[in-house]
Structures are given as C-alpha cells and as structure tokens.
C-alpha cells in the first residue's frame, strides 16, 4: 500500500515530532490535539515544547503545507496514536486518552486503513482498542488471528527515543512493530519504513507492548541500585561519587549514576504498567520503584539538616525538570523535592529552572519563586543541585563556593575527579 496521508493524534513530546518528520519525508500529515493552543501554535509553525531542533522541522513542514493541525480527526490511509498513558494516585494505568483517541477515530475509517498505537500501555492493550473499534464499526473487518484479510490492519509500536535527542533518534533508533496479525506487522512496517533508518523489527502485538516497559523497568532497577547505594554512603559518611568511580574500573560493573529520584513520563510510570498485570511476580520492580520513590525524601532531610539551626534560611534548589536541558516536568523528583522543601518551618524558597518561564501554579502555591541562577546564589544560605542542566555545570565554581550544598546531581565531585 502506498500511504498519502496520516492523521497522527496527539502533538505532544512523541506526535509533534513524528507528525513533522513524516511531513519531512512527503507525506500528508493532520496532527491533532484536543489543546485549541497547541492546533493554533502548530498552524502557525511553532512548538509547544523544548526539544531541540523541533522548531525548525516542524515550521518547514507547516511552510511546504504537508502538515496541519486540527482538532479531530479526518480521513487517511494511516493513522498513530501517541497519546498521554500516565498513572492514578494508587498507581493503576490511566487510559482514558487511549480510549478517547479510538472513539475519535472509530467514525472515519475506512476499509485500507491502518491503525498504530505508540502511547505505552499495558500488555493487552492492541487487542482491546481493536475490538473496541470492531464494536463501533461493525460494517468493517478487524484483525482476528488465524482470519485473513481485514479492512483494517491494526499494530503497536512503542517510541523509545531520549528527551533532548528525539529528532535524531525518532529516525536513527530500532523499532519493535507488533502487529495483530502478520500481515498488520507488515504493513506497519511499510509506514514506519518511510522515516525510520534503524532496524524494523517484527514481532507480535503483546510482546511488543511488554517490550517497552521491560525497557523502562530495566532502567528503573538500575538506578534504584545507585539510588540505593547513594543512601548507603550518606549513612556511612562515604563520597557515593567516589565509590561509584572506584567500582566501575571493574571491567564488569557500570553503576549509574544516583539522582533526587526518577522522573519522566516512561522511567517513572511503565513498571507501574508490569505490577498492574503482574502484581505477584514483580517483586524486584516493585522494590526499585519504592526506592526511587522514597529519594527524594531523603534528600529533603539532608536539606533539613544543613539548615537546621539557621533563622529564616533561605533555600535555592536548582533545577526542576526531569532531566537536564529539557523544559519537561513530568513525574520529576526535583518537583517533589521543591514542594516538599517548601513545607519546612520557616524556609524561603528560591527556584531556578532555566527552561521555563513560570513555575506550575501549584508550586507557586507552595511559596516557592522563580529566580535566575546569580540571584539564587547571591541570596541563597543554602543550595540544592537538582538537575544537572548546562549553565549549572558552566558555573561549577560559583556554586562550590557556597557554604552549604546538597549535590544530587555529581556536579561537584565530577568536577573534582576531572581536576585529579
């Protein structure tokens, strides 16, 4: 089949970026957003978010006129889903904006097209959308395995590209493409053929789904451990630093780095996705998950410490994103940290965060005020490095200089072990 056209819903960090990379490559694409803002800001060739290279992408796929957004969906041969799959408040998948991006769609297929889910989800996940969009269109045939020939193919192929680096990898990256039935999986393959350089690999529906979030529980333990380890060196007087430089000349270890927790929306979430399914077989992501969960208490109470005794200290935490140089605060520690911070007796508290230009109004609401960095440091008694964001790392020296610090980030000692 030879795709003209594809409806991408949800322009977010995954849909925008796609959406104006298949644009790049000659294809008709329509983004669409249920955020009136985001449809007028991408009309007019701008982005919403912080990635590198985006903007220019996106403003000559807006200036060729191969790309568009609207707020529903319109006919075409293809169609991505890359919508929000986040967590409740007792840890279970939220996927109402699946479920309302198949309802949206359900109406304007037609027999030909192809439906591919990228939004992480649970295992299991293809197959429902996949009825539920056979129950609303019962005038086409949909996937069923051992059955040939429906009207519509479906499949899952989950994004695993790096905040930061998602124009590049959306492109240079494997992609695992799952679909339905063999033939889902090929012509699948054929769309994502047209824009992605790196290795299409084929595979079912189901594994694919569990794919993506074993990627993420995988990393998920890994930095537990040096979560972990860090805790240990704080009760032991030890430089976690140090230790972990020292440990990694083993020619088979490779610690990674500690930090104030785990953020991001796929880190932070997918193993939550594997306990919901498997809630007695995951014992060990279920322990990762309360050890990164429970940093960024423990670097509140260094922060406690150092100011203990001090009247009305003042408190800089540097950084909130998820992540260096990104704008993204999703599921980020350093925004526990901050707000949890900000409930101490008798603090005031300044922010900084080069990549925005407000704070969230809910840390507003906190008390907390956004500053820039020399305004941190001049009026700040004590300093917390939260994200190791660029002009933080180019002005190592002026926050060594500081009195007291709590360095979640390794900024110093890296520093440091450079020098030596």
Request: hydrophobic residues 45%.
């Amino acid at each position: 089949m030879k795709f003209k056209k594809v409806c991408v819903v949800g322009l977010g960090y995954i849909g925008l970026p796609t959406a104006a990379l298949m644009a790049s490559r000659g294809l008709e694409v329509v983004g669409v957003d249920i955020n009136e803002s985001v449809v007028d800001s991408v009309n007019r060739g701008a982005v919403h978010i912080v990635e590198p290279r985006l903007d220019a992408v996106v403003q000559a796929a807006v200036g060729s006129g191969r790309l568009r957004a609207a707020p529903r969906p319109e006919t075409a041969d293809a169609f991505l889903i890359a919508v929000p799959t986040p967590i409740t408040a007792d840890k279970a998948s939220d996927m109402r904006a699946v479920l309302s991006a198949v309802d949206a769609i359900a109406p304007v297929l037609k027999a030909g097209d192809l439906v591919v889910l990228e939004s992480t989800s649970p295992v299991g996940t293809t197959d429902i959308i996949n009825q539920r969009m056979a129950a609303a269109r019962p005038d086409l045939r949909f996937p069923k395995v051992g059955v040939d020939g429906p009207d519509v193919h479906v499949a899952y192929c989950p994004e695993r590209v790096l905040p930061g680096k998602v124009i590049q990898e959306l492109v240079s990256n494997d992609r695992a493409i799952g679909g339905m039935t063999e033939a889902c999986t090929e012509l699948a393959t054929g769309l994502y053929a047209l824009f992605v350089e790196g290795e299409l690999v084929a595979t079912r529906a189901r594994e694919a789904e569990l794919c993506k979030l074993a990627e993420n529980a995988f990393r998920d333990v890994n930095i537990a451990y040096a979560n972990e380890l860090a805790n240990v060196c704080d009760s032991q007087g030890v430089d976690v630093w140090e230790v972990i430089r020292l440990a990694n000349r083993h020619p088979r270890v490779n610690i990674l780095n500690p930090g104030p927790g785990v953020g991001g929306h796929c880190i932070a979430v997918d193993p939550w996705f594997i306990v919901e399914s498997a809630p007695d077989d995951t014992p060990v992501i279920q322990a990762a998950r309360a050890v990164n969960d429970g940093r960024p208490h423990r670097v509140v109470e260094k922060i406690r410490v150092m100011v203990e005794g001090l009247r009305s200290p003042v408190v800089a935490c540097l950084g909130l994103a998820f992540k260096p140089d990104i704008d993204d605060l999703r599921e980020s520690p350093a925004v526990d940290v901050v707000l949890e911070v900000a409930r101490l007796p008798g603090v005031e508290l300044l922010v900084v965060e080069p990549n925005i230009n407000q704070l969230p109004a809910h840390i507003r609401a906190a008390g907390a005020e956004l500053v820039d960095l020399e305004t941190a440091l001049s009026r700040a008694d004590a300093v917390a490095v939260l994200v190791d964001h660029t002009p933080f790392r180019q002005n190592v020296d002026r926050i060594a200089a500081k009195d007291r610090i709590v360095d979640t980030r390794g900024i110093l000692s890296r520093t440091v072990s450079a020098v030596l």
